[in-house]
């Protein structure tokens, strides 16, 4: 059946054990956080050699690189020859790419066996 038919054909049983009284279903329990109760640091700025490295960690090419930041290829290779800096979301990007490169890679690799 699939990947996706098996979970669904798995969350349908699960649905019908609730109903019928086989099974709890799941607390869900939520809470409020304020704006004012959370701190979020700006994203560190990036340079040429940065990014590169960056990249690099991550194995891919400036064309792919650039298509998972939404940016053209020009727009990297102007990043890595130090002619521009990235800014605004795409800092946030590079930041997660640099920390938790693990995420970027499997989704990376997720998006090209679909």
Same mark, same amino acid.
């Given at each position: 059946?699939?990947?996706?038919?098996?979970?669904?054909?798995?969350?349908?049983? +699960?649905?019908?054990?609730?109903?019928?009284?086989?099974?709890?279903?799941?607390?869900?329990? =939520?809470?409020?956080?304020?704006?004012?109760?959370?701190?979020?640091?700006?994203?560190?700025?990036?340079?040429?050699?940065?990014?590169?490295?960056?990249? =690099?960690?991550?194995?891919?090419?400036?064309?792919?690189?650039?298509?998972?930041?939404?940016?053209?290829?020009?727009?990297?290779?102007?990043?890595?020859?130090?002619?521009?800096?990235?800014?605004?979301?795409? =800092?946030?990007?590079?930041?997660?790419?640099?920390?938790?490169?693990?995420?970027?890679?499997?989704?990376? +690799?997720?998006?090209?066996?679909?």
């Amino acid at each position: 059946m699939g990947k996706y038919g098996d979970l669904l054909t798995e969350a349908l049983q +699960e649905a019908i054990d609730i109903k019928e009284g086989k099974a709890k279903a799941a607390q869900v329990r =939520r809470v409020a956080i304020s704006a004012n109760d959370v701190i979020v640091a700006a994203p560190p700025e990036y340079d040429a050699s940065r990014i590169r490295a960056i990249r =690099r960690q991550l194995a891919l090419s400036q064309s792919v690189f650039a298509r998972l930041l939404n940016v053209s290829n020009s727009t990297i290779r102007a990043w890595e020859q130090g002619l521009r800096q990235p800014a605004g979301p795409t =800092r946030r990007l590079l930041e997660l790419a640099e920390e938790r490169p693990d995420v970027v890679v499997s989704w990376v +690799e997720e998006r090209a066996s679909a």
